[in-house]
């Protein structure tokens, strides 16, 4: 059974804390994303990977990290530093298009709330 | 800066009509179009993808691509009451694998 799998799917932090949310995807994709989701916003991109041991930073990379050392593993850690963590985590894997740009595929979320 | 721009909503149509969804974008040199459904309190799920200007229908869904104006667009026809959702525009730029995403229009279909 194909997919992209996010845990937890609901996490509760206290301030100070870091967490760290999985992201795994059995798609065989060489490529996956981050991104955040605030209510009445779009997405927003945290990191991104396209290869094995690399990783870009995206938009809003400040306060989290992350590291790719298997095709199927993306975790994110969310540190301390980042001050307004509450929101909803996206992963995402994609494959090249037909026509070149890449489709991109969601897991179900984590959704992130600090105490 | 680059950007993806949609009317929020709410958009509000009858169960039967078609329902118009509409998004433009900044960087001209955008190659590759998406849009996603996305329910409350869920992921967003690809629907549809578009490279090229013109239409491309996938059943009762059909995206609009005019490069020219910078615009794309998603009909929905014979709408349903499981078709309310947010749908969220996405545009890849040249050369990028990374989606810019707009801030979604929130379709609501009506019995």
């Known amino acids: 059974d194909g997919g992209i799998t996010q845990s937890p799917k609901y996490l509760f932090r206290k301030e100070g804390q870091n967490v760290t949310l999985s992201c795994e995807q059995n798609l065989n994709h060489d490529a996956m994303y981050w991104y955040r989701q605030d209510p009445g916003q779009g997405l927003r991109l945290i990191y991104y990977?396209?290869?094995?041991?690399?990783?870009q930073k995206g938009d809003i990379a400040e306060g989290y990290s992350v590291s790719r050392e298997k095709k199927e593993s993306f975790p994110l850690t969310v540190t301390s530093a980042q001050k307004n963590p509450t929101a909803f985590y996206l992963c995402?894997?994609?494959?090249?298009?037909?026509?070149?740009?890449?489709?991109?595929?969601f897991g179900p979320g984590t959704r992130l709330t600090v105490l | 800066q680059k950007e993806v721009e949609q009317n929020s909503g709410p958009l509000s149509v009858p169960e039967g009509a078609i329902a118009s969804l509409n998004c433009t974008y900044s960087?001209?040199?955008?190659?590759?179009f998406f849009w996603y459904r996305q329910y409350s309190g869920k992921s967003p799920e690809l629907i549809m993808s578009i490279y090229s200007n013109g239409d491309k229908e996938d059943g009762r869904f059909t995206a609009q691509l005019n490069k020219a104006s910078q615009y794309v667009s998603l009909l929905i026809r014979d709408s349903q009451p499981s078709d309310s959702a947010t749908y969220l525009c996405?545009?890849?730029?040249?050369?990028?694998?990374?989606?810019?995403f707009g801030t979604g229009t929130r379709l609501q279909v009506f019995p």
């Open positions: 960087d001209r040199g955008s190659q590759s």
């Open positions: 995402a894997s994609s494959i090249p298009g037909l026509a070149g740009g890449s489709e991109q595929f």
């Open positions: 990977s396209q290869i094995v041991n690399d990783f």
């Open positions: 996405a545009v890849e730029g040249d050369n990028t694998d990374k989606l810019i």
